[in-house]
C-alpha cells in the first residue's frame, strides 16, 4: 500500500475497512467473540448487553474478566482492579500509536476515536500499515480498520449468544486459546528490530517468574523491566 | 468495596468496573503521546514496554488461563503455542497458519491428553 496519491478522508476511512476485511484477526475474533457470546449467555447478561460492553470496553481480556466477576461474586472493586491491571498495555500502545498517525492540525478530540479503538489487532495492523498512508489521512484510516474489525466481533457476538447451549466443552476451550495464539505470532511478526524482539521474548520470560514470587503488579513491573531492558541493549548498540 | 458487582445493576457495573478502569489507561496514552515525537528514542522505549506487557500477558493467559481453557493440561497448552509459533515461522510469518497450527495442535492435544 504504498502513498503515490492521497486519497479523501472517506477514501482512507474505505482503506482502513477493507484492510479489516483482509486481516487475519477477522477471523480470529470472530471466533473469540463467539466464545465471549457464549460466556455472556451462560453467566446470564442480555444480549444488548454483551454488544455494549463489547463496544464500550473492547478489550478481550478485561471483558472476559468482567463478565467472569460477575459470575463469581467477586467484590467490584476487586473486578475493577482486575481490569485495570489487563487494560495497562493499552497506554504504552496508544502512546506508541498515536504520534505515528497525527500532525500538527490534528485535535485531541480526533484522537480520542482512534484512541478507544485501540486494541491488540488494531495496534498491531495500524503500526504496519499506517505508515503506508499520508500522515494526514491516518486518523481516519485508523478508525476505518478499528470499527471494520469491531463490526463483526457483535455479529460474533450474537452468534455465540445464539449457540450458546449447543458448543461443546472443547470449543469454549479452543475460542479461548485464540488470544494468547494470535497475539503471540501477529506481535513476533511486528517485531522486527532487535528492540521489539527482546522486549518480546524478556517479557514472556519475566513476568511468570514474578508471578510466581507472587509480586504485585507482576504485569506491570515485568513489562517495564523487560522493555527497559530491551532498550538499553539497543542504545548500547546503537552508541557503540 | 465490598458491593459485588451483582449489586450495582449489569450496566453501571459494566461503566464503573468495565469501561472505567480500561478507558483510563487509553486517555493517559493520548496525555503521553502529547509528548513523544515520530522517531523520537523515547518511542522505541514506550513500544518496547507495550511490547513487553504483551508479552507478559500472552505467558499469564497461556500459564493460569480464565474459564475452560484451563480444563486443558499446561503441557498441551504450552505445547499448542510452541508448535502454532514454529508454524508461523515456517510458514513465513504467516499469522493464518501459525494460529491455525497453534488451534489445531490444542484441539489435537485435549483429546490426546484429557
Redo the contacts between chains.
Keep these: 500500500m504504498s502513498a503515490v496519491y492521497t486519497p479523501s478522508s472517506t477514501g482512507a476511512f474505505v482503506i482502513g475497512v477493507k484492510s479489516a476485511a483482509k486481516s487475519v484477526f477477522i477471523y480470529v475474533m470472530f471466533g473469540t467473540f463467539i466464545g465471549y457470546g457464549a460466556l455472556c449467555h451462560d453467566l446470564g447478561f442480555s444480549l444488548t448487553w454483551a454488544l455494549v460492553s463489547t463496544v464500550l470496553i473492547w478489550a478481550g481480556p478485561a471483558q472476559v474478566i468482567v463478565v467472569t466477576a460477575l459470575g463469581s461474586g467477586l467484590s467490584a472493586g476487586e473486578a475493577a482492579i482486575a481490569v485495570s491491571l489487563s487494560g495497562i498495555r493499552l497506554l504504552p500502545m496508544v502512546a506508541a500509536l498515536l504520534p505515528l498517525i497525527r500532525t500538527k492540525a490534528t485535535r485531541f478530540w480526533h484522537l480520542l476515536l482512534p484512541a478507544h479503538l485501540t486494541a491488540v489487532s488494531m495496534w498491531v495492523e495500524s503500526l504496519r500499515m499506517a505508515p503506508g498512508l499520508p500522515p494526514e489521512r491516518r486518523v481516519a484510516f485508523c478508525n476505518g480498520l478499528g470499527l471494520g474489525l469491531m463490526a463483526p466481533t457483535l455479529v460474533a457476538t450474537v452468534v455465540g449468544f445464539m449457540l450458546a447451549q449447543r458448543l461443546p466443552a472443547l470449543f469454549a476451550a479452543a475460542v479461548l486459546f485464540l488470544t494468547p495464539m494470535s497475539f503471540t505470532v501477529s506481535v513476533a511478526r511486528n517485531s522486527r528490530e532487535l528492540v521489539d524482539k527482546l522486549a518480546f521474548i524478556l517479557g514472556l520470560a519475566l513476568t511468570p517468574v514474578f508471578a510466581l514470587a507472587k509480586v504485585d503488579l507482576a504485569l506491570l513491573i515485568g513489562g517495564v523491566l523487560a522493555g527497559t531492558i530491551a532498550f538499553a541493549v539497543h542504545r548500547l548498540r546503537e552508541g557503540a | 468495596?465490598?458491593?459485588?458487582?451483582?449489586?450495582?445493576g449489569?450496566?453501571l457495573?459494566?461503566?464503573?468496573?468495565?469501561?472505567?478502569?480500561?478507558?483510563?489507561?487509553?486517555?493517559?496514552?493520548?496525555v503521553?503521546?502529547r509528548g513523544?515525537?515520530?522517531g523520537?528514542?523515547l518511542?522505541?522505549?514506550?513500544?518496547?514496554?507495550?511490547?513487553?506487557?504483551?508479552?507478559?500477558?500472552?505467558?499469564?493467559?497461556?500459564?493460569?488461563?480464565?474459564?475452560?481453557?484451563a480444563?486443558?493440561a499446561l503441557v498441551v497448552?504450552v505445547t499448542?503455542?510452541i508448535i502454532?509459533?514454529v508454524a508461523?515461522l515456517i510458514a513465513r510469518?504467516s499469522?493464518?497458519i501459525?494460529?491455525l497450527a497453534?488451534?489445531s495442535a490444542?484441539?489435537l492435544g485435549?483429546?490426546i491428553w484429557p
Design positions: 468495596m465490598t458491593a459485588t458487582v451483582r449489586d450495582l449489569p450496566y457495573a459494566l461503566v464503573l468496573v468495565g469501561f472505567l478502569p480500561n478507558e483510563i489507561w487509553r486517555v493517559l496514552g493520548i503521553i503521546a513523544l515525537d515520530e523520537s528514542e518511542l522505541v522505549w514506550v513500544r518496547a514496554v507495550a511490547t513487553a506487557v504483551l508479552a507478559g500477558i500472552i505467558a499469564q493467559l497461556v500459564l493460569s488461563p480464565p474459564g475452560a481453557l480444563t486443558v497448552r499448542a503455542v502454532g509459533f508461523f510469518r499469522v493464518f501459525g494460529v497453534g488451534e490444542l484441539v485435549a483429546l
